[in-house]
């Protein structure tokens, strides 16, 4: 059910040092549905990788509730379940590949829980065609480039059949091929029903989110589609943000008198825009 909400966040607040007033996440609430992808955004310190890191419960909240699949997070019965409902890729592959031959990589996790080999078998190779990496399989990681290295490490957490996938600025170091590459994987994995959430400081990946999340101090100050959060850009300013290229073009156009629709945020769209100006 596409509109079934996965995971939910109540009230939380967390901060690393209980005898600090400061709040790293400050009064959160927020749900996120199967398959939707949800972008969070933020200046750096904003609190947005802690957010993320209560998910899987990597982090605990020290008041509210984060429930996954109606599981407390705080429960420590249901923990195993928790982490592979809901798995987690890292900014640097390299701290989340452990051998030397693709394939093997994503099958670490699933040995590691005594998978039968027939099932073991079946979710490797789906994990790495869902993540793009399956003419790779039997190359050494090592020699990979950054966004192969980093659809590897997603191929490993989707054998695990996660219903989520936290992305934690998984492109932050990768070229702009390495992250249309990641892109690409994350629009296959949410088709798949799998839902997203990407900490992410690139507003064109934002753009492609159904849902925008903007944090600033802890909290979440702006929410919305990708067309109702871009369209304010002084707004976005103001919290040290940028929109996508696309929508800074957008503005440039409409301060010389040419207005372009609202949602032309993304290159196609504003191409679209501007071949319907010019015929």
Aim: proline residues 5%.
């Amino acid at each position: 059910m596409p509109n079934e909400t996965m995971l939910t966040a109540r009230d939380i607040r967390f901060r690393y040092d209980p005898e600090q007033p400061q709040y790293a996440v400050d009064g959160v609430s927020l749900g996120v549905r199967r398959g939707e992808f949800v972008a969070v955004l933020g200046a750096n310190g904003c609190g947005k990788s802690t957010l993320a890191k209560h998910f899987n419960a990597i982090l605990l909240p020290e008041t509210g509730t984060v429930l996954v699949d109606g599981m407390d997070t705080r429960s420590e019965e249901h923990l195993y379940d928790i982490r592979q409902k809901v798995g987690m890729v890292f900014q640097n592959p390299d701290n989340q590949i452990v051998a030397t031959v693709v394939e093997e990589d994503v099958a670490f996790a699933l040995e590691n829980l005594g998978v039968p080999t027939g099932e073991m078998r079946a979710r490797i190779d789906e994990a790495m065609r869902l993540a793009g990496i399956w003419d790779k399989r039997d190359s050494a990681p090592h020699k990979l480039s950054g966004g192969q290295k980093q659809r590897v490490a997603i191929a490993g957490v989707v054998a695990m059949r996660p219903d989520c996938l936290v992305l934690d600025e998984a492109t932050a170091m990768l070229d702009p091929r390495g992250r249309a590459a990641v892109m690409e994987t994350i629009q296959t994995l949410r088709a798949a029903g799998i839902a997203i959430i990407a900490i992410t400081h690139y507003m064109e990946e934002a753009a492609l989110a159904d849902r925008v999340l903007v944090m600033s101090r802890g909290r979440i100050v702006l929410e919305g589609t990708p067309n109702e959060v871009f369209s304010q850009t002084e707004r976005l300013h103001r919290y040290r943000l940028d929109v996508p290229q696309a929508a800074e073009l957008r503005d440039e156009l409409a301060e010389a008198g040419i207005a372009l629709p609202q949602d032309a945020i993304t290159p196609d769209a504003c191409a679209a825009a501007l071949y319907e100006l010019l015929k």
